[in-house]
Structures are given as C-alpha cells and as structure tokens.
C-alpha cells in the first residue's frame, strides 16, 4: 500500500520559513517523480514544485522561485519543501504527490499518488 505522509506545516509571520516533509512508503522512491501543490480556499489545486525522477532540475512556479527550495533524501523515502520569505498568499493547504519515473510535469492529473494535505498559515 503506498502511503505519502505530509508533515511540517503550522503557523507563522510573514516573513518566516518552514520546512514540509513528505514521507513515502510502499514505493520505489527512486523512480518517482516528487511534486508539491497547493490549494487555498475556493481556488483550484496548483503546481508549486517538482523534482523528476532522474535528479535533473527542479522546476518551481514562478511564485515561489528564489523563496521555496524542493530537495529529496532517498535513504529516507522522504521529499522536502523548504519554504522561506512567507507570505500570506502562500496561505494553503499543501501537498506532495508522486509520478512513476515522471519528468516532474505541472499537471496535477500526472501523478499516481497523493498525500492528505499539510496547511500552511501566513500571517500579515
């Protein structure tokens, strides 16, 4: 059964950083591709970042270029959002999904696998 655990969300200033967390288990972490998403009240579900499974370069939305940093650690099954310059706009509930052996597309519909969600509330 294949599982993706989000974790690391919470409340903070604008301003302030947070770190995501997205444990996975029951696949074969190597060969997915790892995405976050977003989606804030009454809007639809958006790319934020995504890495392929080959290791080549991240893609991020414009967005949250420069402030928000997608890593993986494959020893511990686990993809990472390391957030920074928060503001009250990245306000959302965020989201880790996994694509087999994907190129780290934008669209939502590619991915196989989705966590249930971590929110995230930036405060003006």
């Known amino acids: 059964q294949v599982q993706l655990e989000e974790s690391g969300g919470g409340l903070v200033p604008a301003g302030g950083s947070l770190r995501l967390s997205c444990a996975t288990s029951?696949?074969?972490?190597?060969?997915?591709?790892m995405g976050w998403f977003r989606q804030a009240p009454g809007k639809e579900r958006e790319f934020v970042a995504a890495l392929p499974w080959s290791g080549g370069t991240a893609d991020y939305a414009d967005s949250v270029k420069g402030r928000f940093t997608i890593s993986r650690d494959k020893a511990k099954n686990t993809v990472f959002l390391q957030m920074s310059g928060l503001k009250p706009e990245d306000t959302a509930v965020y989201y880790c999904a996994a694509d087999w052996v994907g190129g780290g597309t934008r669209r939502p519909n590619d991915y196989d696998y989705w966590g249930q969600g971590t929110q995230v509330t930036v405060s003006s």
């Open positions: 029951g696949l074969t972490f190597n060969i997915y591709a």
